[in-house]
Each structure stands twice: as C-alpha cells, then as structure tokens.
C-alpha cells in the first residue's frame, strides 16, 4: 500500500481512482501476467477481451474491502500479495462471463469495440470464456482456502442460474418485481458480493465482518443492475457504447418495464404487449415506451429503487469505523448507479 | 459394493456392466439427484442431455479404480458415497464440455437425438453448460479435498485448451503427430485421468496408485479419441448415430489423415489439400480420401497407434494385484478402441 493512501481526500469516483492508482496497477499487471497460454489463440482472444475498456470494478472492491476489513496498523495479506492475484482472477470469471454472454446475446460491439464472437467467431468465445473460467478456478484452488473456493464456487452457479432464470421468463410480463431482483442478485450481484467477501477473507477478518461486506456487494450489485436496466431506456442517445432499448428488442422485462405495466391503463397495456411481441422494435416505438414511462414515473421508480439500496449497502458498512477506505467504498457504492458507470 | 462382485467373471465388456449395475445404478440416482433447479428450463434442458445416452464411462471408471486401488478387506469410501457423488459430478463436467462443443461444432444431432442446441438454441446450450460446470465446481470444493480440487479443475482447463489448440490447428496440414496427441490428451484425456485418479483418493490410496491409475487413465483416453477419430473414417456407414467424414469437413486434421499426407504422392497431396479446403465435401470426395488411406496403410496405422496406447495404459495396472476390478478395467480399456465404444 503507498504510504499516501491514508492522507487522500475521498470525495468522489475519481479520486478513488487516483487513490488507489497503484493497487489498480498491480492488479493490471496481474492479469497480464496470468494469461500465457502456449496456445498463441487464447492469448490474444483473451487480451483483446481482458483489454476493452473495462472498469475493473470488482478487483478494485476486493482491494478496497481487504484494506477496510484488515487490521489497521496490522493490516496483511494473508498470503502476501493473495488481494492481487484473487482480484485478477475474478477479472477472468467476470471477462469468461461477458464473453459467453456477448454469443448468447449475440452482441457485435461491446464498448465500442467488436466483440470476440464477431471478431473470432463464437466457438471462439465461447471456448476462451471456459478456458479463462477453468484457468481461474485452478489458480483459485490453489488457495487452499475453503471460504474462497465455496464463495466463488457459489456465485459462478448463481450467475448461470440468473442468466437462466432470465431467459426462461423472456417475453413474459407476469414476471413479478420479486423475481426480478431475483435475477438481478443472481447475475451481477453474486459476483461483487463474492468479491467483496474475499477482500475480507484475505485480511483474515472474522466472519461477521466477511458477512457484512458480502452484503454490501450484493447490494451494490443489485443497484448497479437495476440503474443499468434502467438507462438501458433512460440514457442519453450518444452516451455510452451502448445502444438504447436493448431489453425491448430482446424481450428481456427490467423493473421500468414492469413498473409501467402495473400503472398504465388496459389499452396501454395491450399495445406495450404487441411492441413487446414485434421485435426487433423501432425508434418510434421505444420513445413512446420511454414517454410512457416518465408519465407513469418509472423511470424514477426504477432509479429510487436502485439508489434505495445503494443506501441498504451502505448500512452494512457501519461495522466499520471511518477510514479512506470506506468512504472509498462509500464512493464506489454511489457510483455504481451514476449515469457513467 | 453387493456382495457377488468378486465372485464375477469378466471376459468382456457386457461382464462389467453386469458386474457393477448396481453402482451404476447408483450414480444414476445420483446425477438425477443432483439437479433440482428451482429454474425448470435447467432441469428440462439439462436431464434431455444427461439422459442421452451417454455411456458413463468416467463415472465407471472411477468407480473401478476405487476399488483396485482400495484396501482389500479394509476398503472404505471416504467419506462414504463420495466415489458416487464425484462419479456423478464427473459426468456432470463431460456433459457440459458436450453442450459446448455442440454449439462450437453446430452439431443438430448428438447419438441420433437432436442437441439441445438445436432444441431450446444455442443460449439454452451454452447457459445449461456454464449451470453444470459451476455447480459441478460448487459440490466438489465442499470435499475439501486438495488432490479431487486440483484434479479436476486441471483437467477442466486442459479440456478447454486442448478444444482451443485444435481450432488454432483448423485447416493446418502441417501439423506434427506430437502436437495431434497432445490436442487429444488435453481435450480427451485429461477428464478420464482425472476419474481414475479420483477413484485412487477416494480409496485414500497412496501417491504412486494415485499416478499410476492417472497414467492409466490418460492413455485409454488417448486411445479412445484416436480411435474414434479412425472411425470418422473407417466406420460402416450405418453404424452409430453420427455421420462420417465429419472432422474432413470440418478442417480437423486427425491421425489417419496426418499418416496420409506424409506417405502419398506429391500429386494426391496436392489434391488432399483441395479437398481440405472445399468444406463441406461430398461423400465422393470422402470415399477417395477413404480409399487413399485403406491404400496407404493410414487407417491401420491409426488403429495400432490407439491399440498400442491401451498396452502402454494397461502396464499401469501392473502396480496392482490380479482381482475382478483389474480384470473389468482390462476390459474397459480395451472397449475403449472397440467399434461400439
């Protein structure tokens, strides 16, 4: 840890950023580092992918959860350098995720770039994703720790079910608001919680602590997805590397969906149902979704939602006493469902 | 272990069907057990490919190796009914690496049923893999047991690396004979070495069993693709459920057709590589490639080779004394090179 930490002033996203600047870079190392495979293919699929741009968000929350959850002035790594190398092997399950799920959504950009599937061709993806996923659990293992290995064990199986349970209610607007944090916490929020708790485990914290940093990632997950979902109607047309509207042409209800459903009248309904059932939808017909839906405030709904438990999250961080890394993690916490994410 | 199995005979394959029905029987209940999704898609999806036919040769053979490798009068599981659970999470795994590698070979049939793939499509395939992989990994790190960890998630890189080389090698003629077997040992050989040697730890048997039977293992399966990969050439047409000619289609360049290339005229070379590159080809241009290779020896040649990988497995068993179990695993590997495997 750079001695400058303690003395950073935390007051938003970027100057976490810049804080903790050196972790990060040692995390980027890491993941450089455990890629050769004497397979020049994997490589390159896997650096292409590992390198678009991604935020790395859940190895920053693990570094910072280990700083929080350690012992102040006794603060170690247990074994030394264990926050690095499992913060960039999370990297490689949540990058093996993308991967699959660019083929499953067959998606052709991501971030601006073209996709592995687009650009290799999805047996490509589809096999680099198992080999980075693989390639993770063994370095995981050879943890021999059994925290780590049933935690990141656990959330692989709660991210497959998730995205599971979201294609098997696909096109079906009976889902409830239940279900569908459901899906939410199963394929984003299992993984960031996973993280978080790991940053305990490594600190050697005791299991109250791991527990309430599991929560808090959970919880932060679960906002992340659900303002996600929600830009996903609400955004800015040229923000982002996305494009708007995505969950309507693939028939996937997210919680500004199904707030609408419930308060607009029979006849709306009707015609949403039709739109829902025509895809892939037009521009006409996703701005009238998207002016339903700011008369009926479900876009604010959706958002209340996802920053109602960004502050749940922040409540599992009262165990700790006040330090740069919660208000860093305090930071994160707010960012996650910010406009920029 | 009822009590008539020392008292079998095993003269062939269909003696240790009979002989080890009923723990056969046993890992069946186990595999059906294991399921229960709350997602009903995964169950559905997931028992469609379980119950598709497939032989359970690793879930036998590592039952097999259990018990050779476990102490006579004192044999004992540990902990009791682990060699069922990992036999069936052990199908779990290669059940996945078959969802997958439908998808990646667009394969609309598997042993004459359509593939899920082709049934639900390929995100219900590629989804329903990632489930059993993970939850596959969730059962077996609650073991905590370092070797069955270590093992298996070795192996389960290994499987993604070896399908991962042979797309790299896709259309290259020139590939050695060293790099086609190590492709084979990686994507065929390293599942069945890892039930072997999970038969050995179950039994708590020492380091050199444990080796030997991994050594054993990896050498049938060796002998088990290059045998199948000959009879993509050789088999009767009407035998089996798959069509023939398949990896000459595909750009898969297998032992019979490394063997050709290297014996043949410079003029049946360059016709060779015509051919290679019109895929899909007709059954005209199979049946000459097919008569080149009976000409030139290039179909015995591959076959001795898969045979002489079943010798080389069976000096492994030497380390062990004569009794039913060495006997059935003689068998097992010999049917591994048989036409009906």
Redesign the interface.
């Known amino acids: 840890m750079p001695p400058n930490v303690e003395s950073c002033t935390i007051a938003s996203m970027s100057d976490v950023w810049e804080c903790y600047r050196l972790e990060l870079a040692a995390v980027e190392d890491q993941i450089r580092q455990n890629l050769g495979?004497?397979?020049?293919?994997?490589n390159t699929v896997a650096a292409h992918i590992l390198n678009s741009g991604g935020k790395r968000i859940r190895p920053l929350l693990l570094i910072l959860c280990a700083r929080l959850a350690g012992k102040g002035d006794r603060f170690e790594i247990c074994p030394p350098g264990a926050d690095v190398l499992l913060a960039s092997l999370i990297e490689y399950i949540h990058t093996a995720t993308l991967l699959?799920d660019d083929?499953?959504d067959h998606a052709e950009f991501r971030r601006g770039r073209r996709t592995a599937g687009g650009l290799w061709g999805?047996?490509?993806a589809?096999?680099?994703g198992?080999?980075l996923?693989?390639?993770a659990?063994?370095h995981?293992?050879?943890f021999?720790n059994?925290d780590v290995?049933?935690c990141l064990?656990?959330a692989?199986?709660k991210?497959?079910?998730g995205?599971?349970?979201q294609?098997?209610y696909k096109d079906d607007a009976s889902i409830s608001e239940r279900e569908y944090l459901k899906i939410v916490e199963y394929k984003t929020g299992s993984l960031i919680a996973a993280a978080c708790r790991i940053g305990a485990v490594v600190a050697d914290a005791d299991l109250a602590l791991r527990d309430a940093l599991f929560q808090f990632g959970q919880a932060i997950g679960v906002a992340f997805q659900v303002a996600d979902d929600t830009l996903d109607y609400s955004a800015p047309l040229e923000s982002l590397g996305k494009s708007r509207g995505k969950d309507l042409g693939e028939g996937n209800v997210t919680l500004p969906l199904l707030h609408l459903r419930k308060h607009c009248t029979e006849a709306e309904r009707a015609r949403l149902a039709e739109v829902m059932e025509k895809k892939p939808n037009g521009n006409g017909e996703l701005a009238w979704v998207v002016s339903l839906m700011e008369r009926y405030g479900s876009i604010d709904y959706a958002m209340a939602t996802a920053r109602g438990f960004v502050q749940a999250a922040k409540v599992h961080l009262d165990l700790f006493e006040e330090s740069v890394h919660k208000r860093a993690l305090q930071a994160v916490a707010e960012y996650m469902v910010s406009r920029d994410h």
């Open positions: 495979s004497k397979v020049a293919l994997v699959h083929v499953v999805n047996q490509v589809i096999l680099v198992d080999y996923y693989s390639k659990i063994c995981i293992v050879g021999r059994q290995n049933e064990s656990e692989c199986r991210m497959a079910e995205e599971l349970m294609l098997s």
